[in-house]
């Protein structure tokens, strides 16, 4: 489905490789996380199979087609075969649920009577039936996420990459956008996402493939964030220690929280706010 | 459902830019109405051309007895001189090229004199014997007076030979002059035309990157994409090119045909009925400069 084959990319700009004759093989079906920190080369990863890359070495082949080979006329067909989800969601904040989920189709050119029975489908497996109507802002970050993986989905694509969807989410919320990723798969979609979220990879038991310096260092199914063979980053080296160190004690906050203001209440006008004097000429 | 999409995104952008779309609309309107007045001028010119041509004659001037020029040495020509000049013309080697010629003698020449300066005081200080007698030739290819000059510039009692097309070569590279002055501007304003259709174009993009941002990764053709941008410039520039056809026929009717043919009566003017091919040929140019600049300002959002 997807194969590295001693893949290599360098940016024009870089002078360290961000992809350094990466291997991998990913078959139909797999859920396969890719962790590592900032900068390991997760990203690029993920650019590389958009082919919004072209691999600096090596041979990338997805869905039987060569990355290399493929013009770049042929890159908006080969695409549709692919759904990305982003951790800054990129909904149109114009356009109503139901609008941006129909924009995937419309610019393909389905029929609206298509439209109209796939997206409420689809927002119905995503968990938004009730949500239609809403604008982008009217929604939680979670339900934002979501109806992106909507978009992503609805052109029942043969992967879905994930680059960090969790990222600007909450534990409870990552959850649930969890669910939906697990039940995409369960239902066939080969799954490749990027994070950093330990509490999630850790949950999943799933695949795991680990990046740092662009290497591919680990690779292991149902694996966890972190193993004890590979610590993902070892900062011990990194600073310079003291032989007598001693955990920083956190003290206990030790003054008296101001009071709230409530304008209905006639004890509050007798807050003092002198203390406030010169420290600047904005009103609270 | 997907053309009536484009057409909806196009629409949206003249919509969203108004102000950019309009600049588009009066750049293309000025520079096509110079690029129309060039082709009118083009026009008159050849017209003109054929008109005065066709009454262009080779004048074989005899000597007088005040003129010092060509084989003249202030004596009258002769009659034998005249007669000499009339059997060369007359000649069979001649007969080919010259479609008719009559000799104009003193008097003649005085009553034609004083006709076509009827009213102005020079038609007082002439007399006969000042102008020359002259044999007037008229050729069948005007092209060709070179053959006049040689049979009889240097005879006996000729004065000098003028072919009158050298007076109207001297008007028509003028006119010439200004129609490649209409050109050169009207090339200057094409190019800021196209520049400022990219730049509106890329404008447009710029403000609907997260669209197209969505519609590379969903894999809307480049097609689809391009489209609705490459519309947008032609629809501005059409509406231009319109304006700019509407101005030329304004120019040809109330000035030219209105104005001009008035103040020069004797002078054939183009017409409206002569013109209007031109218009065409400006909306088709008006088209594939703004769906050029369009397709090259867009190009650059749709590199994978």
Redesign the interface.
């Known amino acids: 489905m997807i194969r590295f084959e001693t893949v290599s990319k360098v940016y024009r700009s870089g002078n360290r490789p961000a992809l350094h004759e990466a291997t991998l093989e990913v078959k139909p079906g797999e859920f396969v996380f890719l962790v590592g920190a900032s900068g390991s080369g997760k990203s690029s990863f993920l650019r590389l199979i958009?082919?919004?890359e072209r691999a600096s070495a090596g041979l990338i082949h997805v869905l039987g087609q060569d990355l290399g080979r493929l013009s770049?006329?042929k890159?908006?067909?080969?695409?549709?075969?692919?759904g990305?989800v982003f951790q800054d969601f990129?909904l149109?904040?114009t356009k109503t649920v139901f609008d941006n989920v129909a924009?995937?189709l419309?610019?393909?050119?389905q029929?609206?009577a298509y439209i109209h029975d796939a997206v409420p489908e689809v927002l119905g497996l995503v968990g938004l039936g009730n949500k239609e109507n809403r604008l982008p802002h009217e929604l939680s970050g979670g339900e934002q996420q979501r109806v992106a993986i909507a978009?992503a989905v609805v052109?029942k694509p043969a992967i879905l990459l994930a680059d960090e969807p969790t990222g600007n989410l909450d534990p409870a919320t990552s959850a649930g956008i969890m669910d939906v990723l697990r039940n995409i798969n369960a239902a066939g979609t080969t799954v490749l996402m990027a994070t950093h979220d330990t509490a999630i990879v850790n949950d999943m038991k799933r695949r795991v493939v680990e990046l740092r310096d662009g290497r591919i260092i680990r690779d292991e199914a149902g694996g966890e964030y972190v193993t004890r063979a590979n610590p993902i980053v070892d900062v011990s080296d990194s600073f310079p220690t003291r032989a007598d160190s001693q955990p920083i004690a956190i003290e206990p906050l030790d003054f008296d929280p101001i009071p709230a203001f409530d304008p209905m209440s006639p004890t509050s006008e007798a807050i003092d706010l002198s203390y406030l004097d010169g420290i600047g000429e904005e009103p609270l | 459902?997907?053309l009536n999409?484009v057409l909806l995104e196009a629409w949206n952008g003249v919509r969203r830019n108004v102000s950019m779309v309009v600049s588009v609309i009066l750049v293309t309107l000025v520079s096509l109405t110079f690029v129309g007045s060039a082709a009118l001028l083009q026009l008159q010119i050849s017209d003109m051309k054929s008109y005065w041509y066709d009454k262009a004659q080779v004048a074989v001037y005899l000597c007088t007895q005040y003129s010092t020029l060509g084989a003249c040495d202030q004596q009258e020509v002769g009659a034998e001189q005249i007669a000499a000049v009339e059997a060369q013309l007359g000649s069979t080697t001649l007969a080919p090229y010259i479609d008719k010629w009559y000799f104009e003698d003193h008097d003649e020449a005085y009553a034609n004199f004083t006709e076509q300066f009827a009213g102005s005081p020079v038609v007082d200080l002439v007399t006969p014997d000042l102008l020359p007698q002259t044999f007037w030739v008229n050729l069948k290819d005007p092209t060709q007076s070179a053959i006049v000059f040689e049979a009889v510039g240097g005879m006996g009692g000729v004065e000098s030979v003028i072919d009158q097309r050298s007076y109207l070569d001297g008007i028509f590279s003028m006119l010439n002059a200004a129609s490649l002055t209409a050109v050169g501007v009207a090339v200057l304003m094409l190019i800021a035309a196209a520049l400022l259709i990219a730049t509106t174009i890329r404008l447009s993009a710029f403000s609907r990157r997260?669209?197209l941002?969505?519609?590379?990764?969903?894999?809307?053709?480049?097609w689809?994409?391009q489209t609705p941008f490459i519309l947008e410039g032609v629809v501005a520039a059409t509406i231009g090119s319109v304006l700019a056809c509407g101005a030329i026929a304004g120019i040809v009717v109330f000035f030219v045909d209105g104005y001009l043919a008035s103040a020069l009566p004797a002078t054939s003017f183009i017409q409206l009925a002569d013109v209007w091919f031109v218009f065409p040929g400006l909306l088709l140019a008006g088209a594939v400069l703004a769906a050029t600049s369009a397709y090259v300002a867009i190009s650059r959002y749709l590199?994978?």
């Open positions: 958009l082919r919004e770049n006329r890159v908006p067909a080969y695409r549709r075969n692919l990305v990129r149109l904040p924009f995937a419309r610019v393909l050119g029929s609206e978009r052109n | 459902m997907k999409f997260r669209e941002a969505i519609m590379r990764l969903v894999g809307a053709s480049n689809y994409i590199r994978v």
